[in-house]
């Protein structure tokens, strides 16, 4: 019972993992560009590096929405198919 949870718990996380790391690296990404653009420049203003990476983020988030929700669907319904194993 109890590797069982443990085993939910760990999967549950990656599937956390999976989900965020597009918008995670696609931001992570522009930032670093953003970052060596201005340090090459010389420009150092704050909404430079903050509004294009909200940007590409949330681009990145609408490309990615349809693989994200069937991950998620197909999660969702492993776990309520594991809910009778559950029960005592």
Do not use: C, H
């Not at 999976?18 to 696609?26: G, H, I, K, Q, T």
């Not at 931001?27 to 704050?46: K, P, R, W, Y």
């Not at 609408?62 to 929700?69: D, G, L, R, S, V």
């Amino acid at each position: 019972m109890e590797a069982k949870l443990i085993g939910l718990g760990v999967e549950t996380f990656k599937i956390a993992l999976y989900l965020s790391l597009p918008m995670l690296l696609a931001g992570m990404i522009a930032g670093l560009s953003i970052s060596i653009f201005q340090a090459v420049t010389q420009i150092n203003e704050s909404t430079l590096s903050f509004v294009p990476k909200i940007l590409i983020t949330i681009v990145v988030a609408i490309f990615t929405m349809p693989w994200m929700m069937n991950m998620m669907i197909e999660f969702t319904t492993r776990l309520f198919d594991m809910i009778p194993t559950f029960i005592f």
